[in-house]
């Protein structure tokens, strides 16, 4: 018997020469009841959501009228200040990372052809995606492709579907805590690889995988880490079939984030130094290889991550919250999350922007300390163990544009001890939640403005919670067990030893009743 017959299902022949592996179904004669003669039926394709988006795209006339949306990198420093005249700019196509003066670069959107339509044109269709399986628009991110990529092609786009992450009303932990009745928590944690580093990395692998098809000479894709950024490369890199290279500190990352990128596939180097060490040696690797820079140094990636702000507006039935608090480490983010929000006022969704709050661990606070010092002089730190892992920085790269996000949205600063981070996430893993460490920075920061008086009872409030608590088991475990030296683990929850019999156990259970009886 021919081989192809072993794989042969009777009613359904497969076209051999489709690159979608269209099934095509045909009813034989004895398939069917015995009827009188019917007209001969339509033969029926099936198509992958991929394919019928350029089916659809393909059958669309585009009005002569319509603008051409358009983006291009600029050197930051012509963003910060617009009165810096400079011609510098790079196409999208152009592998760069940073300006002739060695700034960082900008994606800059052209804003004439995005204002060809209203505020309320853009809120419609933005809502129009959301909760749908249309490629691209199911994802959080590209459900906003006008004011990501406006240019990729659709079929080059790496999504799995990322971003419309839960906005959590956190009742119970703000009024037992803080006293306050509208606090929430953005889960950018529930993703794909379980942070909010999908969101950029679907935006930098999908121009990647552009650029491939131009003949762009890349074989591969790098990054630093501290844990989430690997994790998200070599899933995205994974199903694009494009070799991705990480570079990890030794023994700094926790091993649920060692393990993602190893089950991906990539080519995993953990390296004697810290994340700052990484970063140094992943930049001189890029620049005499032919490997893709996907640290936040690249910009790409935070056109993605501003798309986490438009959610919350979104969430919010485009209502703006008064306060955004985000933990920070390399800093990309809270200039993100500016980015998305400026984008929605500037183009007539909303009126005004939130105040920014970014969180430090103290172990690595440089931005703290240059915020306190009334922004006079940045000096990196070396950054000390940290439970937040993900964010012990000592040398942030987006130091100019997490300065420039805060100035512009009259934002503060705040950082957290370890023993404060821990206690805050125990305290808001008691009400229901399961929060990383860095969503426990955030927490505390929060903590400490409401003490102050600084953002008041009646405010609504947007902690960002950055990454999935399954990845930081151990720290729970450690603290539940009072197994971390120095601290007092005052929310501890370690379970009871109890004997096998009915007596020791019903007095055990008597007495725990009767405490929260009182």
């Not at 339509?117 to 628009?137: H, N």
């Not at 990729?152 to 703000?174: C, H, K, Q, T, V």
């Not at 990484?278 to 140094?297: D, G, K």
């Not at 790409?300 to 485009?318: M, N, V």
């Amino acid at each position: 018997m021919a081989s192809s017959a072993l794989f042969t299902v009777p009613g359904i022949s497969v076209n051999p020469r489709s690159r979608f592996s269209t099934f095509v179904v045909r009813s034989s004669a004895s398939d069917l009841p015995h009827t009188s003669a019917s007209p001969p039926q339509p033969v029926k394709q099936y198509h992958n959501i991929r394919e019928e988006a350029r089916l659809h795209n393909n059958s669309i006339a585009i009005s002569t009228d319509h603008p051409r949306f358009s983006a291009k990198y600029l050197p930051f420093t012509a963003i910060a200040d617009p009165s810096s005249s400079t011609d510098e700019s790079y196409s999208l196509d152009e592998i760069v990372y940073r300006s002739q003066s060695g700034a960082l670069l900008d994606v800059h959107h052209d804003m004439d052809a995005l204002k060809h339509f209203d505020g309320q044109y853009w809120r419609s269709l933005f809502d129009s995606r959301v909760g749908k399986t249309t490629w691209p628009f199911g994802s959080g991110v590209w459900s906003k492709k006008e004011w990501v990529l406006p240019e990729i092609d659709d079929d080059d786009i790496i999504s799995a579907f990322e971003g419309n992450s839960n906005l959590f009303w956190a009742e119970r932990y703000g009024k037992e805590f803080l006293g306050m009745n509208d606090l929430w928590v953005k889960h950018c944690g529930i993703s794909h690889t379980g942070s909010f580093k999908d969101l950029g990395m679907t935006v930098l692998v999908s121009q990647v995988n552009r650029l491939r098809k131009l003949n762009k000479p890349l074989v591969g894709v790098g990054c630093a880490s501290t844990g989430d950024t690997s994790a998200a490369l070599s899933a995205y890199c994974a199903s694009a079939g494009i070799p991705s290279i990480v570079f990890l500190p030794a023994n700094k990352i926790s091993m649920a984030q060692l393990v993602q990128p190893i089950a991906n596939g990539a080519f995993v180097l953990s390296i004697d130094t810290d994340f700052d060490g990484c970063m140094q040696l992943i930049r001189e690797v890029t620049a005499e290889l032919p490997i893709y820079l996907a640290n936040s140094l690249n910009s790409l990636r935070l056109e993605g991550q501003k798309t986490a702000a438009i959610e919350i507006l979104q969430q919010f039935d485009w209502e703006v919250p008064d306060w955004v608090i985000v933990p920070g480490g390399n800093l990309g983010n809270i200039y993100a999350f500016y980015k998305g929000f400026h984008m929605c006022k500037e183009l007539g969704l909303v009126d005004r922007i939130p105040r920014l709050v970014c969180a430090q661990a103290a172990n690595a606070n440089p931005l703290y300390l240059y915020y306190k010092s009334g922004w006079k002089e940045f000096k990196p730190v070396k950054a000390n163990a940290t439970f937040a892992s993900a964010i012990q920085i000592g040398d942030p790269v987006s130091i100019d544009r997490a300065v420039y996000a805060l100035k512009n949205s009259n934002g503060i600063v705040e950082e957290a001890t370890e023993e404060e981070l821990m206690d805050a996430m125990a305290q808001a893993d008691s009400t229901g939640m399961f929060t990383c460490p860095h969503t426990g920075v955030a927490l505390t920061a929060l903590i400490k403005l409401r003490r102050s008086g600084v953002i008041g009872p009646m405010d609504r409030t947007v902690v960002v919670s950055t990454a999935h608590g399954l990845k930081f088991t151990q720290s729970k475990i450690d603290y539940h067990s009072k197994d971390i030296k120095d601290m007092a683990c005052r929310f501890a929850n370690p379970p009871v030893q109890v004997k096998a019999d009915f007596g020791s156990v019903m007095d055990v259970l008597k007495k725990y009743l009767l405490s929260k009886a009182n």
